[in-house]
């Protein structure tokens, strides 16, 4: 059985610094490492011993949460493991996003979820926020996602949530959590900047949001989600909360926590209280899946910084550099399968899809079962045909045969799935119902990726499925990392609670392609 007990934090307020180490000083560069473990595909410029020491507390951790919440450990295939990029600081991945305000960043795709954390913070002091709290903030993200991916969550869970778990204490024998986030502490206790009637209803990412209310946001929906997971008494509390969420709307659901001026206050005892809960887990009771690490070979460690961009995503003007790079290293290695699989999404970012297909043409000519090579090559063609229009059906099932092939390889990898449907919605022929049920099937897989639910929901409104649309939209709706394409799905959903036909459609009709979504940062 496995073994979970209770910790008390004496005199939290008063010693925050205590309960979080903060990161020495980063190693000296070694070579590319690729660390496989059950959940996680792990590339970092380190020494082998401390990568796997990383990727071993990242399957551990992963144990531990489904262990405190009783979820069962299901084994996933290789395409749904979370690719982490370690970089070797904050500078380093504020330079890869273009960003000088984020530490970290989570992208939930359908095509692979991905993160960017740095190996060092250079973040000191009492407050300091270590590059272990950005990456476990980071993995909640998506495990919460991957997990519960059709709950709604209001941005104050959402937040709350990751934070919750960024401040894991991993001990030489167990896994503890509840620690506060020493990074927060400042406005934790300011219900001025947030009170709770802002904290249920509004979100983070608000442009009206100041910095200072932004920074007292997470401390305080910390502290909420302390208070109604490890409070006493109050997880009946929270389970009532979400249950009205299911159903209703966010204020219905905040009306459930009683007086917001009463639960600031009550907010605020308990953190100012003496003792304050943590869950404990012993390591003995985590067994995890093995851990195996190579050294890259210097083609795959030279095409690292194209994949790398490639991989964070984009535009126009940023890939046409990208690709001029990713040229440079394929000349170097022409017959890699690795290089021609980066060059080939280089040159698909960049517009030139014939370029794309010929480097996926490489790529499975020295590797015939690379999924990936076949996905572009998938993806090259059907860009070329839609480019010229073209109805033969026969040259569309060419395109849908790549999709099919790589589902083959790997038939839980969600990518696949959603690419065959979108061919044949290009197409212009017939909806094939197999295909829907593909698509249907790679949002259970993957119900992180906000495009892929707006797909599912439209498929669903297409066939007057009103739940079933609704439940898919209403994940985008409340994502507090949504932006514009949040708004644009609470809408829709609005049209659709509505049980208006009409105004369903016309709806749907009106607003066309939703805005494309930003990456999920912190």
């Not at 926590?257 to 600031?264: C, E, N």
């Not at 003792?275 to 390591?283: A, E, H, Q, V």
């Not at 995503?313 to 290089?339: C, I, K, Q, T, W």
């Not at 790589?406 to 690419?419: I, M």
Request: net charge neutral; aromatic share 8%.
């Amino acid at each position: 059985m496995t073994s979970v007990g209770w910790v008390v934090m004496r005199g939290w307020l008063a010693g925050l610094a205590g309960w979080i180490a903060v990161a020495g000083a980063a190693p000296a560069a070694a070579a590319w490492q690729e660390a496989s473990s059950p959940h996680f595909l792990v590339y970092s410029d380190d020494d082998p011993a401390e990568v796997t020491a990383f990727a071993t507390t990242l399957e551990r951790f992963d144990k531990a949460m489904r262990v405190m919440r009783g979820l069962p450990d299901t084994p996933v295939s290789a395409a749904q493991r979370v690719t982490v990029y370690v970089l070797k600081d904050v500078r380093a991945v504020q330079r890869l996003l273009g960003s000088s305000g984020v530490a970290g960043v989570y992208l939930p795709r359908v095509s692979g979820a991905i993160a960017f954390v740095p190996r060092e913070t250079h973040d000191r002091g009492k407050l300091a926020l270590s590059a272990q709290a950005v990456l476990l903030h980071e993995y909640a993200h998506h495990f919460m996602f991957a997990t519960w991916g059709e709950r709604p969550f209001p941005a104050w869970f959402v937040e709350g949530f990751a934070e919750f778990n960024a401040t894991a204490i991993v001990q030489p024998d167990r896994i503890l959590f509840g620690a506060p986030p020493l990074y927060r502490a400042v406005g934790m206790i300011d219900t001025d900047q947030v009170p709770a009637r802002d904290l249920l209803l509004r979100s983070p990412s608000e442009r009206k949001m100041t910095p200072e209310q932004r920074q007292t946001f997470y401390g305080r929906a910390w502290l909420l989600t302390h208070y109604l997971t490890l409070g006493r008494g109050e997880r009946e509390t929270m389970r009532g909360y979400f249950d009205t969420l299911d159903h209703k709307t966010a204020a219905e659901a905040a009306a459930t926590l009683g007086d917001p001026r009463q639960l600031d206050k009550a907010l605020n005892a308990y953190a100012r209280s003496k003792r304050l809960p943590m869950f404990g887990i012993k390591l003995a009771d985590l067994p995890i899946g093995a851990v195996t690490v190579r050294a890259l070979g210097a083609a795959e460690a030279a095409i690292m910084p194209v994949r790398q961009r490639s991989q964070r995503g984009v535009d126009s003007r940023s890939a046409r550099g990208v690709v001029e790079e990713a040229r440079l290293v394929a000349a170097r290695f022409p017959s890699d399968p690795a290089v021609q699989v980066a060059l080939a999404e280089a040159e698909y970012d960049a517009g030139d899809y014939a370029a794309a297909d010929a480097a996926a043409a490489r790529a499975l000519a020295a590797s015939p079962k690379l999924g990936r090579a076949m996905m572009y090559r998938g993806m090259a063609q059907e860009a070329l045909a839609a480019a010229d229009k073209s109805t033969d059906a026969a040259r569309w099932k060419t395109v849908r045969g790549w999709f099919r092939d790589a589902n083959r390889l790997d038939p839980e990898d969600p990518w696949p799935l959603a690419a065959f449907y979108q061919a044949y919605a290009r197409s212009g022929e017939p909806m094939s119902a197999n295909a829907e049920k593909g698509l249907a099937y790679a949002y259970q897989l993957a119900p992180f990726d906000r495009g892929l639910a707006i797909s599912v929901a439209m498929m669903h409104i297409k066939h007057q499925r009103r739940d079933e649309a609704a439940a898919a939209l209403r994940r985008v709706a409340y994502d507090p990392h949504g932006g514009q394409t949040a708004e644009w799905a609470m809408t829709l959903l609005t049209a659709l609670q509505s049980n208006d036909p009409a105004a369903i459609a016309a709806m749907a009709e009106a607003a066309g392609a939703p805005p494309a979504p930003p990456p999920e940062e912190r």
